[in-house]
């Protein structure tokens, strides 16, 4: 049963809760965008080929993403959305990400689209996410890869899904660092949509053989990655079963022993066939 805890709103250090509203508008906003939609569906077929691998009965998305066209993609039970922004109506309650009002070890499946870009104290980001996480469940991150063209691009401030702000792009490899750090073990941390920044659709759809062709040949790495990890914890039985040594012992005295030499080997009969 997930039970919603309140935390006060307090201005953080770096940015403002404004601030983070507009970040978190402009991400909901790039998503119902032509490049955004193909990225969306992009995502959503990605993540399809690990449905076996994810399974949970509660499912949470920091952020809201336009259609959010994988949230059933691992068929929860429960899914819900958090977001500093309610101008999405699929948002199901507004939190900061690093006080989210949920108890601990609560939800089997996080999913955090470009949600660390968004954030710049991706490590409060961490320790929430590990603390509501239930043992044995799932993060998944989509992430800008920062060395592929989206990533220059942004830079370059030709492409930008947080508006005026710059995304914070952080390396796969140092998020997997710090998961596991955490305990965490590595699922699979894999690189999808090798299509330039453009945002025309049409010109999407002519370069979509690029996904495919783009694995083996193109030169540039891919646009975005996603990480999956595993909270692992091991196993541990619910009654601990203590063995009483005195119970191993008798309660009487032992009678007299046999007369039998065991330490010395027995003469062999020399006669017998």
Not at 154 to 171: R, V, Y
Not at 186 to 196: E, M, S
Request: hydrophobic share 45%; with cysteine.
């Amino acid at each position: 049963m997930i039970q919603l805890i309140k935390f006060p709103l307090v201005r953080t250090g770096i940015l403002s809760i404004a601030q983070q509203i507009i970040k978190y508008r402009a991400l909901d906003q790039w998503f119902q965008t032509p490049q955004g939609m193909c990225v969306e569906e992009a995502i959503a077929q990605e993540l399809m080929c690990f449905n076996r691998l994810v399974r949970g009965k509660n499912l949470l998305q920091l952020g809201a993403c336009g259609d959010n066209a994988w949230m059933d993609v691992f068929k929860p039970t429960s899914s819900w959305i958090v977001s500093l922004d309610k101008s999405n109506e699929n948002v199901d309650f507004i939190s900061l990400m690093n006080q989210l009002p949920l108890d601990r070890n609560c939800i089997d499946i996080v999913i955090a689209p470009l949600s660390m870009e968004a954030c710049i104290e991706k490590n409060a980001l961490i320790d929430e996410i590990d603390r509501i996480l239930k043992p044995m469940g799932f993060i998944i991150i989509i992430g800008i890869n920062p060395f592929g063209l989206w990533s220059l691009a942004a830079k370059l401030g030709f492409f930008s899904c947080f508006g005026e702000k710059k995304p914070i792009i952080h390396s796969p490899l140092k998020m997997n660092r710090l998961f596991l750090q955490r305990g965490y073990r590595q699922c699979t941390l894999k690189g999808f949509w090798y299509i330039p920044p453009f945002k025309n659709k049409q010109s999407i759809k002519r370069l979509s053989f690029l996904n495919e062709v783009g694995k083996m040949l193109w030169p540039f790495p891919a646009g975005f990655y996603f990480y999956i990890a595993q909270k692992y914890e091991a196993a541990h039985p619910d009654m601990a079963i203590e063995l009483n040594e005195k119970s191993l012992v008798k309660d009487y005295k032992s009678g007299l022993q046999p007369v039998a030499n065991l330490s010395s080997e027995l003469p062999l009969n020399q006669n017998e066939n």
